[in-house]
């Protein structure tokens, strides 16, 4: 019997362009986006928080003769596992969605991680809107594709790429978030202009005592800022195969902090904040960093409310925590660096970015 050789040649050309729509008082565009891409019928997928605002979103669905459901989840970082997304794709079966349905995912960066990793696996993959409704999720999570869910192990460790249909960042849902929702998203912009934008970094320190009162303007100049930079990342790397893992700078430690406290005894934001300050005080002993711009960092941010302390975990767990990020390889910690506030360093992009337990536990001692 001979062997045979039979080559499958795929060469895929996909446009998954999208627009990011900022502004006040914009959901009503919403279902009228929805209506022009004529799904079969749609899924609007929310926490258990926000499950009344998403009926109002339904309401104008079905003025639009879209077939609409509700799907929830009881709200918190703790529902980001594997069950709640399979009870989320049972519910998606049981309200008959099919492979031309839509999902909205309609809430903050868990709901938009939860319901785009559904949307993506969903029959081998559905449309999805984002229609986030935290500052953290209009600044970051909503933009760029990536969909994901927790384990004990670390975050986002199983997850999948899919790109948005369209985003609508409607700053009026701010209105009635707690300022510890509200500074979240604050963290995440403070890592975007650390990394690559001053004036960025201008903005938030001369607004700083603004953030807890709601002024639509500031917020989506916020917004447009941090989506501009996440953006343009995106558009060069959209699978993080290089330069967008510079979005992750105090996420590796961050991400370790919430893994080693269970996902609930601190925030998202609070969490990256102490990343930040962590890598940022790496990246001063390695010599990328100087200590007046660290300063500078470290003092925004307590500006903002955040305490910088680490919370009661041990520094040999958080070390090995560290090991399961998704950057780390061969048990090689990777983190990234700022050069100085605006500038990242091109050291992150080689493999100086690889840090040793020493090198850790060294930077750990001040915290």
């Given amino acids: 019997m001979k062997n045979t050789k039979i080559q499958v040649s795929l060469k895929q050309e996909l446009d998954s362009s999208y627009t990011i729509s900022i502004g006040e008082s914009i959901s009503c565009e919403i279902a009228s986006f929805v209506s022009q891409v004529n799904p079969s019928s749609l899924a609007i997928i929310t926490d258990s928080n926000l499950v009344s605002s998403a009926e109002s979103l339904a309401n104008e669905f079905e003025k639009e003769e879209i077939n609409t459901s509700l799907i929830s989840f009881p709200a918190g970082e703790s529902s980001k596992t594997l069950a709640t997304l ?9 309200h008959k969605l099919d492979r031309k349905s839509c999902v909205v995912a309609f809430g903050g960066g868990v709901t938009g991680d939860l319901a785009g990793f559904a949307a993506s696996v969903f029959m081998r993959g559905i449309s999805v809107v984002q229609v986030p409704t935290s500052l953290l999720a209009m600044v970051d999570s909503s933009v760029g594709g990536k969909t994901g869910v927790d384990f004990k192990q670390g975050k986002n460790l199983a997850g999948s790429f899919l790109q948005p249909k369209a985003v609508f960042a409607d700053v009026s849902y701010l209105k009635t978030l707690p300022y510890s929702e509200i500074k979240n998203g604050l963290a995440e912009s ?7 934008d001053s004036s960025l970094f201008s903005m938030i320190r001369n607004n700083s005592s603004q953030f807890n009162l709601f002024d639509a303007n500031i917020f989506s100049e916020l917004v447009e800022k941090n989506c501009i930079i996440k953006s343009a990342l995106v558009e060069k790397d959209e699978f993080e195969n290089s330069n967008r893992v510079l979005l992750n700078y105090g996420h590796t430690v961050g991400h370790a902090i919430e893994s080693l406290t269970g996902y609930s005894k601190v925030s998202h934001g609070e969490a990256v904040a102490i990343g930040m300050a962590v890598e940022g005080r790496i ?3 390695k010599g990328f960093f100087s200590e007046a711009d660290l300063n500078l960092q470290n003092s925004l941010l307590k500006s903002l409310d955040f305490s910088l302390k680490l919370p009661k975990i041990s520094r040999t767990s958080l070390v090995e925590s560290m090991k399961s990020d998704k950057k780390s390889t061969g048990g090689n910690i990777k983190i990234v660096f700022p050069e100085k506030i605006g500038k990242y360093s091109p050291e992150s992009l080689s493999n100086s970015s690889i840090v040793s337990e020493k090198e850790i536990l060294s930077a750990l001692q001040v915290f």
């Fill in 86 to 94: 399979e009870s989320v794709l049972e519910q998606m079966l049981s």
């Fill in 283 to 285: 990246a001063v002993e």
């Fill in 190 to 196: 403070v890592k975007h202009a650390v990394m690559f």
